[in-house]
C-alpha cells in the first residue's frame, strides 16, 4: 500500500468550522490519511516525501460550480449583462465546440484549478459532449461531480444545443451510468437542467422525478433582475416558486447565484435545505448583483462557493473568490459579519457537504481521504502572519499554492503539474480556440 509523507509543515489547519490548528507531518497510507501533526517519520519509513518546510497544510479547495466546456472562451464575451451574454456569445460559442475543442477546454480548466489549490469541482457542461469532459476530469486525477447541461426550450438558444426532452433525459441517465462513481469513487454525475428559461416544466419535473434523490441536481436560479422578472413574466411565478412546484428543490439540489430572491423564496431554500452556490466576480462583472449571504445564512441557507466560468470571470481562481466574498460582505453586511474563518469554511467543508462528500474530504482528520493543499505564506504580501485564515482569504494568491494532493495522489508538486503539461495543454488550448472562433463567424455568415 503506498504512502505519503507531508513533511515539516509550519502549519496544518485540520478544518471548518473551528479550523484547529497544529503544525508538522501528515501520513497519507492508501490514499486516506493515518495522521496529521507532530513528527510522524518513524511511521512510514519508505514513504514518499513532500517537503512542506514552512508551507500551510489546509483541506483542498472545493469550487461547487464552474463550467470547464467554457474556459477557452475566456476574454470572448466581454462588456453584456446575462441574457445577452449568453445570446450572442456564450450560447454560440458553445455550439461551435466539438470533442477535441471541449477536451482542451476542459484540461485548460482543470490545469488552472488544481495550480491554484482546487481539489473538488462541481461542473456543469454544454449539451453535447459531455463524455469529452469526464475523460478530462478522470486522467487529471481532479475529485469532480460533472453533468451535460439540459436544454429543451428557450429563446435564441442556438439549434445546436437544443434537445428534445426524452433526448436530453436518455442521455443524461447513459452519462450516469458510465461516470458516476468512476475513478474509484473520485467522479460523480449531477443532473443539470441548465435554467428555467432553457428548459420546460416537463424537463425539470422528469429530472425530479427519475432521479428519486439518488443524484445531485445542479442548476442556475435568481442571477440576476432581467432573468428573474422575464421568469416570472413567462411563468407567473418567481424562480423558486416554480422549482419547488415541480419538485426539484431538496439537499440535493444545488443552486448557482441566487442573488434576486424574496424572503418566502430564502423560506423556500431554507426548509427544503436547497444549496446556494455564491460566484461573486462573476455576478459583479456581468452587473447582476450581489447575493446576501450573510442573510441566507441566517435563515439556515446552506451557501458554498464557486468561480463559474472564465468568460464571466476571467479566472478559475478560488483565492480570488475567497477574498471578493469577504469584501462584498463587508460592505454589504458589515465588517466582521462574515468572517474569514466564515468564508474559509464556505470553500472547503461546506462545499464538501454541498457535494455529499463531507464523509471523505473537507477536513483533515484520520480515515479521510487525503485532498489538502500546501500554501506559501511566508511572501512580502502575506507575512507576518498572526492568523492563517485571514492571511488565506485577504493576503495570498493562487501562485502561492506549491503542493496539491487529491486522494493521496500528488497532482501538483514545487507549483507545477504532476500528470499533465502545462505548455502542451496551453498550446492545444490556443489552437482550439481559434478553431471554435472561426466556426462561429462561419455560421454568422451563413
Not at 480570488?320 to 460592505?331: D, I, K, T, Y
Request: with cysteine; aromatic share 4%; glycine share 8%.
Amino acid at each position: 500500500m503506498s504512502s505519503l509523507l507531508v513533511r515539516n509543515a509550519a502549519r496544518i489547519l485540520i478544518g471548518g468550522p473551528d479550523w484547529e490548528e497544529t503544525a508538522g507531518d501528515v501520513l497519507v497510507e492508501g490514499g486516506r490519511i493515518l495522521e496529521a501533526g507532530g513528527d510522524l517519520a518513524a511511521r512510514a519509513p519508505d514513504a514518499k516525501i513532500l517537503d512542506a518546510r514552512g508551507l500551510t497544510i489546509l483541506p483542498g479547495l472545493v469550487q461547487t460550480h464552474v463550467h470547464l466546456c467554457q474556459t477557452l472562451f475566456r476574454g470572448l464575451a466581454e462588456g453584456l449583462p446575462l441574457l445577452p451574454w449568453l445570446k450572442t456569445k456564450i450560447w454560440p460559442l458553445e455550439a461551435a465546440h466539438d470533442a477535441e475543442s471541449i477536451t482542451a477546454s476542459a484540461r485548460l480548466s482543470v490545469a488552472e484549478l488544481l495550480l491554484g489549490g482546487t481539489t473538488t469541482i462541481l461542473d456543469m457542461g454544454t449539451t453535447r459532449h459531455h463524455d469529452a469532459v469526464f475523460r478530462v476530469l478522470e486522467e487529471s486525477g481532479i475529485r469532480a461531480a460533472s453533468g451535460k447541461a439540459m436544454m429543451d426550450d428557450g429563446d435564441g438558444v442556438p439549434l445546436e444545443l437544443l434537445e428534445t426532452t426524452v433526448d436530453a433525459l436518455r442521455e443524461s441517465f447513459d452519462l450516469a451510468e458510465r461516470w458516476d462513481g468512476a475513478a474509484g469513487g473520485r467522479l460523480r454525475y449531477a443532473f443539470a437542467p441548465r435554467f428555467v428559461l432553457s428548459c420546460t416544466e416537463d424537463l425539470i419535473r422528469e429530472v425530479a422525478r427519475l432521479t428519486r434523490g439518488e443524484f445531485l441536481l445542479h442548476t442556475h436560479a435568481a442571477e440576476s433582475a432581467e432573468e428573474t422578472a422575464l421568469v416570472e413574466r413567462v411563468k407567473g411565478r418567481r424562480n423558486l416558486r416554480v422549482l419547488a412546484d415541480l419538485g426539484f428543490l431538496g439537499p440535493k439540489t444545488l443552486l448557482a447565484h441566487c442573488v434576486w430572491l424574496d424572503d418566502e423564496e430564502i423560506d423556500l431554500l431554507a426548509q427544503s435545505r436547497t444549496r446556494v452556490l455564491h460566484c461573486p466576480r462573476t455576478n459583479l462583472k456581468l452587473g447582476s448583483g450581489v447575493a446576501q449571504v450573510r442573510r441566507l445564512l441566517d435563515r439556515g441557507v446552506h451557501v458554498s462557493i464557486g468561480c463559474d466560468g472564465a468568460p464571466a470571470n476571467n479566472t478559475l481562481d478560488a483565492f480570488a473568490e475567497m477574498r471578493e466574498a469577504a469584501l462584498l460582505s463587508a460592505a454589504q453586511a458589515g465588517p466582521g459579519k462574515l468572517t474569514a474563518q466564515d468564508v474559509l469554511t464556505m470553500a472547503t467543508w461546506n462545499g464538501a457537504e454541498a457535494l455529499g462528500w463531507e464523509d471523505r474530504i473537507g477536513r483533515i482528520t484520520p480515515g479521510r481521504d487525503a485532498d489538502l493543499i500546501a500554501v506559501d505564506l511566508e511572501t512580502p504580501h502575506a507575512a507576518p502572519v498572526t492568523d492563517a485564515a485571514t492571511a488565506l482569504v485577504y493576503s495570498a494568491k493562487s501562485q502561492d499554492v506549491r503542493h496539491v494532493v487529491v486522494a493521496g495522489e500528488v497532482l501538483v508538486e514545487n507549483g507545477a503539474l504532476a500528470r499533465m503539461s502545462s505548455a502542451e495543454i496551453v498550446c492545444e488550448a490556443r489552437a482550439q480556440a481559434q478553431r471554435v472562433e472561426a466556426r462561429v463567424a462561419q455560421r454568422s455568415a451563413r
